[in-house]
């Protein structure tokens, strides 16, 4: 099985501030893929990621796939209380999630 | 278009009764993936099928878990008899032929008293 660590498990921040979360493994990974899941609510995904290095960004959020394809990065710019939310990631052939980060933003 | 539909939203019900959870993929999609999440333990895998057939069910708890996908659009989870440390919510997730994409339902907050 292939584990996916997550840091931090949770994280307090004030609106405007920037952050970074990190999802890491000792495995390679085709792809990885990044999901938000808000309360009462399934995970959505925001995006997934392929090529070793690769950086895509959707709007303040910017995600990085790591050279050796084992690691990724999700930094969030300017947060907004609107970003609250637990983010995932996953990847794997059989799709295992990691335990997220939990992220607060106070107004 | 409809995303994944389960059924019931919401469950609460007695130790030892049998509890069966739905679910609906999307049409067309060949993968269709059982979760349990709680506070504790996060999003678990319970199992996946491909094209109806399961794949892995090696996250199914014990032996009272069992699923069934009689065809490709409609699945169930079954838990027989319950126990109050089944309460969580389970959701259901169905993808395309890559499976690199997963679309989940609203979920089922299973209580278990």
Same mark, same amino acid.
């Given at each position: 099985?292939?584990?996916?660590?997550?840091? $931090?498990?949770?994280?307090?921040?004030?609106?405007?501030?920037?952050?970074?979360?990190?999802?890491?493994?000792?495995?390679?990974?085709?792809?990885?893929?990044?999901?938000?899941?808000?309360?009462?609510?399934? $995970?959505?995904?925001?995006?997934?990621?392929?090529?070793?290095?690769?950086?895509?960004?959707?709007? =303040?959020?910017?995600?990085?796939?790591?050279? !050796? =394809?084992?690691?990724?990065?999700?930094?969030?710019? !300017? !947060?907004?209380?609107?970003?609250?939310?637990?983010?995932?990631? !996953?990847?794997?052939?059989?799709? =295992?999630?990691?335990?997220?980060?939990?992220?607060?933003?106070?107004? | 278009?409809?995303?994944?539909?389960?059924?019931?939203?919401?469950?609460?019900?007695?130790?030892?009764?049998?509890?069966? &959870?739905?679910?609906?993929?999307?049409?067309?999609?060949?993968? &269709?993936?059982?979760?349990?999440?709680? @506070?504790?333990?996060?999003?678990?895998? &319970?199992?996946?099928?491909?094209?109806?057939?399961?794949?892995?069910? +090696?996250? @199914?708890?014990?032996?009272?878990?069992?699923?069934?996908?009689?065809?490709?659009?409609? +699945?169930? &989870?079954?838990?027989? #008899?319950?126990? #109050?440390?089944?309460?969580?919510?389970?959701?259901?997730?169905? +993808?395309?032929?890559?499976?690199?994409?997963?679309?989940?339902?609203?979920?089922?907050?299973?209580?278990?008293?």
């Amino acid at each position: 099985t292939q584990l996916l660590e997550q840091s $931090p498990q949770f994280l307090s921040i004030q609106e405007g501030e920037n952050l970074t979360v990190y999802c890491n493994s000792s495995s390679v990974f085709s792809s990885l893929q990044w999901y938000r899941q808000e309360p009462g609510e399934g $995970p959505v995904l925001l995006v997934t990621v392929v090529t070793g290095g690769e950086v895509k960004k959707l709007k =303040r959020l910017t995600f990085q796939f790591g050279d !050796a =394809r084992k690691d990724s990065s999700l930094h969030i710019t !300017a !947060a907004q209380p609107g970003d609250t939310g637990l983010y995932l990631c !996953a990847g794997g052939h059989d799709m =295992r999630f990691g335990a997220g980060t939990r992220l607060t933003v106070k107004p | 278009d409809a995303g994944v539909i389960q059924s019931p939203r919401h469950e609460v019900t007695e130790m030892g009764q049998e509890v069966t &959870l739905r679910c609906k993929p999307i049409s067309g999609h060949d993968y &269709l993936f059982w979760y349990r999440q709680t @506070m504790m333990r996060g999003l678990e895998l &319970l199992i996946y099928f491909n094209n109806n057939v399961p794949i892995d069910d +090696s996250g @199914m708890p014990e032996d009272r878990f069992s699923a069934k996908m009689p065809n490709a659009s409609f +699945s169930t &989870l079954k838990i027989q #008899p319950s126990e #109050p440390r089944d309460s969580a919510v389970y959701f259901c997730a169905s +993808s395309g032929w890559a499976a690199d994409t997963q679309y989940f339902g609203p979920g089922t907050r299973l209580t278990v008293l």
